[in-house]
Nanobody, 120 residues
Framework: VQLQASGGGLVQAGGSLRLSCAAS????????MGWFRQAPGKEREFVAG????????HYADSMKGRFTISRDNAKITVYLSMNSLKPEDTAVYYC??????????????WGQGTQVTVSS
């Protein structure tokens, strides 16, 4: 599976962005998908996960209510809508496929990341 994340950019605090992650491969619809992020000097952290059907989602506590993960299996794409962005949301955001479930899941496949910068 190859993953291509896009949609990052520079946004002011309080603004919104929608990240996309286009996947290749016919097994996409069977995978739990996840978004992670890594800020400079910090470890990579879990952001959100979504079940293969898209029915069940899971978020890190700091993202609940602000971020929404979704997927379109027909378009083999997973999305992360981010609202009320804060400067501390600045990071490289990665999508991943074939993930476990929980607050620190491991994933088999990773995309290249897209930079999100939130200015104050």
């Amino acid at each position: 599976v190859q993953l291509q994340a896009s949609g990052g950019g520079l946004v002011q605090a309080g603004g919104s962005l929608r990240l996309s992650c286009a996947a290749s491969g016919r097994t996409f619809s069977s995978y739990v998908m996840g978004w992670f992020r890594q800020a400079p000097g910090k470890e990579r952290e879990f952001v959100a996960g979504i079940s293969s059907s898209g029915i069940i989602t899971h978020y890190a506590d700091s993202m609940k209510g602000r971020f929404t993960i979704s997927r379109d299996n027909a378009k083999i794409t997973v999305y992360l809508s981010m609202n009320s962005l804060k400067p501390e949301d600045t990071a490289v955001y990665y999508c991943a496929a074939d993930c476990g479930w929980g607050d620190s899941p491991t994933c088999e496949y990773w995309g290249q990341g897209t930079q999100v910068t939130v200015s104050s």
